[in-house]
């Protein structure tokens, strides 16, 4: 029987797109990574923000986690991740930023 129950849906994007863009482009395959973890953790607690520090991240990866401090300051600069504290030793929580899916809105908006 499987583990997991769920499946997690992933826009074409981020296959399509993102995953050439972060492990080609940008040679930070440990990005595409964390940001698959972070965006299944956030489909599962229905898009809210992931409470997770770089440990946690780490373990759950595989990653190391210098691995994932250099990948969460990729995904903050590429805007795909917003990260807020709520005080310097409070559990960071992560955000799930989907531009290209207000850009497809926009669209639609527009042919309508």
Do not use: C, K, N
């Not at 997991?4 to 482009?25: C, E, S, W």
């Not at 809210?48 to 759950?60: C, M």
Request: glycine content about 2%; hydrophobic content about 40%; cysteine-free.
């Amino acid at each position: 029987m499987p583990r997991f129950r769920a499946t997690v849906p992933i826009d074409d994007y981020v296959l399509d797109v993102l995953q050439r863009d972060l492990t080609g482009h940008d040679q930070h395959p440990s990005a595409f990574l964390v940001y698959l973890y972070l965006f299944a953790r956030s489909v599962r607690q229905r898009w809210r923000p992931v409470a997770a520090g770089l440990s946690a991240i780490a373990e759950d990866t595989g990653l190391s986690r210098s691995a994932v401090q250099a990948a969460m300051e990729r995904l903050r600069a590429r805007e795909l991740i917003a990260t807020e504290r709520a005080h310097a030793t409070a559990t960071p929580r992560h955000r799930v930023l989907r531009h290209w899916r207000q850009t497809q809105r926009r669209r639609q908006a527009a042919t309508e």
